[in-house]
């Protein structure tokens, strides 16, 4: 993710040419189409993981899981997900100034 944590500080450069805005937008939105694939995998893992543990209530399920490596990435993901996305809208906010 230093990628996406470089593009984060590149986009609060203040004085950026449409030219710039229009390839961090491309950049942040395969970024953030790739980040939702590989939670959409997480998320796949997460319900097998929940499968073998009924003894277990669904709220300690799920705290055993955030936990997990997959858990914590899981977690991470959302994260970047949610930034992402603000990043994004303010790219286009700031395009829109531009035209």
């Given at each position: ?5 470089k ?11 449409k030219d ?16 939702h694939?590989?939670?959409g995998?997480i ?14 209530s ?13 858990g914590?990435r899981?977690?991470?993901?959302k ?18 100034l531009?035209?």
């Amino acid at each position: 993710m230093s990628k996406l944590l470089k593009l984060f500080e590149a986009v609060k450069e203040v004085d950026l040419t449409k030219d710039k805005l229009e390839d961090y937008h491309k950049d942040l939105s395969e970024l953030y189409a790739d980040m939702h694939i590989e939670l959409g995998e997480i998320k796949k893992r997460k319900g097998m993981y929940m499968l073998p543990n009924p003894e277990l209530s669904g709220v300690a399920v799920l705290r055993k899981w955030a936990g997990t490596v997959d858990g914590q990435r899981e977690i991470e993901l959302k994260s970047y997900i949610k930034a992402t996305s603000t990043i994004l809208r303010s790219i286009k906010s700031r395009l829109y100034l531009t035209y």
